[in-house]
């Protein structure tokens, strides 16, 4: 990541220099001794190497090293716990898989303290293209703007490439362009982390009818990332639904629901009532999924998909830690193998469904979600739909989280890696079988262009 480098000087601007973000009780924030700092680093350091299988894997060992040493050199002054996330989330990028990452703990918490604080969050919700440049979708939280699809070309006075590349320098993810779809998600916190909270923001945007300057009040609402966190919202979360007689939509926008009775009860409903209508086809959007539980796919919705028998995965690479040695190993072992569970279709066939399966992914679709989508493209229970080569088809998972010993930041880390069921290694990413344009500005686009996506597949056939 050449970029890591070029804003080196812009970061050091930022962390003398810059408005510090809020601690989150509001009090003053304690500073972290340059000796304490760089205990945290050798702790990410060390702990990487006690969990991941293999980091270089998907990170460039050159430039890891390089940027370890690189932070390390320049842990010189005492800093507050969100500086020193600052320095540290560095290495996010370069680990390049959206599993491993520096993270500063609990935003829900943080974001309500300054709140209540009186202070608030950057005002709009934002699309970012792979060059770089930042587009308004919304209000915060969702609300409709009048400042929709306007190029926002300054914010306090920062040329918005300054900032998009400051941000994007401490994004976790496996490409380029997974990191600008989290870091569209979650700007508001990013920009808070990197350079504070000001009740204020000065926002030059541009439109086609020109460029304008507004003073823009920080805004108290919850983040549109936050709202689709909650995990009591069922009906946001999951929807069954028809855009017309022949096309149904299952949208699954999580795989990670504690109340999965009910997340099971609803996938049934849904297809009971598709083995009495006319429905041809079903399209299982997954667009927003950014994983969860194996089991809630497994047992929610590949026995209504499956014609055969499947496994979830091939060959694995699998770090032993401790508390999950198995008989034979010992922490900190390097086990390979290959997934021998095979699951047999279902018994209950007569709520398979019988008409085309279509399943929906985009920018967001990660982690148990990709090994969803991997089955159904492996198998053949259906056609991957949509935009791709964001995220590795080949995943990372079993995750922990670890707490820096003086900072309490995390680190999140894998601990093991996964092969397709295929085997398969190329393509690398995630690749749908039929493309289909995704609209950040207008969501309900993508249902006309899937419908004139199925009447072009009906007349070939």
């Known amino acids: 990541m050449s970029r890591l480098f070029a804003v080196y000087a812009l970061t050091l601007l930022f962390l003398g220099a810059g408005p510090e973000a809020l601690a989150s009780d509001s009090q003053t924030p304690a500073l972290l001794s340059p000796?304490?700092?760089?205990?945290?680093?050798?702790?990410?350091?060390?702990?990487?190497?006690?969990?991941?299988?293999?980091?270089?894997?998907?990170?460039?060992?050159?430039?890891?090293?390089?940027?370890?040493?690189r932070i390390e050199?320049?842990?010189?002054?005492?800093?507050t716990r969100d500086q020193a996330w600052r320095q540290f989330a560095?290495?996010?990028?370069?680990?390049?898989?959206?599993?491993?990452?520096?993270?500063?703990?609990?935003?829900?918490?943080?974001?309500?303290?300054?709140?209540?604080?009186?202070?608030?969050?950057?005002?709009?919700?934002?699309?970012?293209?792979?060059?770089?440049?930042?587009?308004?979708?919304?209000?915060?939280?969702?609300?409709?703007?009048?400042?929709?699809?306007?190029?926002?070309?300054?914010?306090?006075?920062?040329?918005?490439?300054?900032?998009?590349?400051?941000?994007?320098?401490?994004?976790?993810?496996?490409?380029?362009?997974?990191?600008?779809?989290?870091?569209?998600?979650?700007?508001?916190?990013f920009y808070w982390k990197q350079f504070g909270a000001p009740k204020t923001f000065e926002i030059e945007l541009k439109t086609p009818s020109g460029t304008s300057i507004s003073r823009v009040p920080a805004s108290a609402k919850a983040p549109s990332w936050i709202q689709e966190s909650d995990k009591s919202?069922?009906?946001?979360?999951?929807?069954?639904?028809?855009?017309?007689?022949?096309?149904?939509v299952l949208t699954i926008n999580t795989f990670d629901w504690v109340d999965k009775k009910r997340f099971y009860e609803f996938t049934r409903r849904a297809?009971?009532?598709?083995?009495?209508?006319?429905?041809?086809?079903?399209?299982?959007?997954?667009?927003?999924?950014?994983?969860?539980?194996?089991?809630?796919?497994?047992?929610?919705?590949?026995?209504?998909?499956?014609?055969?028998?499947?496994?979830?995965?091939?060959?694995?690479?699998?770090?032993?830690?401790?508390?999950?040695?198995?008989?034979?190993?010992?922490?900190g072992d390097l086990v390979e193998g290959q997934i021998q569970a095979?699951?047999?279709?279902?018994?209950?066939?007569?709520?398979?469904?019988g008409g085309h399966v279509y399943v929906l992914v985009g920018g967001a679709t990660y982690s148990s979600a990709?090994?969803?989508?991997?089955?159904?493209?492996?198998?053949?229970?259906?056609?991957?739909?949509?935009?791709?080569?964001?995220?590795?088809?080949?995943?990372?998972?079993?995750?922990?989280?670890?707490?820096?010993?003086?900072?309490?930041l995390r680190i999140v880390v894998p601990r093991f890696l996964l092969d397709r069921p295929s085997g398969a290694r190329d393509p690398e990413f995630l690749v749908p079988d039929a493309p289909l344009y995704d609209d950040p500005f207008d969501s309900e686009k993508v249902w006309a262009n899937l419908q004139a996506l199925l009447r072009m597949e009906t007349a070939t056939k």
Not at 73 to 78: C, E, F, W, Y
């Open 73 to 79: 050199r320049d842990l010189i002054q005492p800093l």
């Open 233 to 248: 919202d069922f009906d946001r979360a999951f929807r069954f639904w028809r855009i017309d007689e022949e096309t149904s």
């Open 90 to 189: 560095l290495l996010n990028p370069v680990f390049a898989d959206a599993h491993v990452s520096v993270i500063s703990p609990d935003p829900q918490s943080q974001t309500n303290a300054l709140i209540r604080s009186g202070n608030g969050l950057f005002p709009f919700e934002v699309s970012i293209d792979l060059l770089g440049r930042v587009y308004v979708l919304s209000e915060l939280g969702g609300g409709p703007s009048s400042e929709a699809r306007a190029s926002i070309e300054k914010i306090n006075g920062v040329p918005i490439q300054e900032v998009t590349r400051a941000l994007l320098e401490r994004t976790n993810g496996d490409t380029a362009a997974l990191r600008t779809v989290i870091l569209s998600a979650r700007w508001w916190w």
């Open 35 to 69: 000796a304490q700092l760089r205990q945290d680093l050798s702790f990410i350091q060390d702990t990487l190497a006690r969990t991941h299988p293999d980091i270089n894997l998907s990170a460039d060992a050159a430039e890891l090293k390089a940027t370890f040493n």
């Open 271 to 331: 297809f009971s009532s598709l083995k009495d209508s006319n429905t041809k086809n079903l399209v299982i959007d997954i667009r927003k999924n950014g994983g969860g539980d194996d089991d809630m796919w497994k047992e929610g919705i590949l026995p209504y998909i499956a014609t055969k028998r499947y496994r979830h995965g091939s060959s694995f690479l699998l770090r032993v830690i401790e508390g999950r040695q198995r008989d034979g190993q010992k922490v």
């Open 370 to 408: 990709i090994l969803f989508a991997n089955v159904v493209q492996d198998f053949s229970f259906g056609k991957l739909v949509g935009t791709g080569g964001y995220a590795r088809a080949r995943q990372s998972g079993g995750v922990q989280t670890y707490v820096l010993p003086n900072s309490q």
């Open 342 to 353: 095979w699951v047999e279709p279902s018994q209950d066939g007569h709520l398979v469904f």
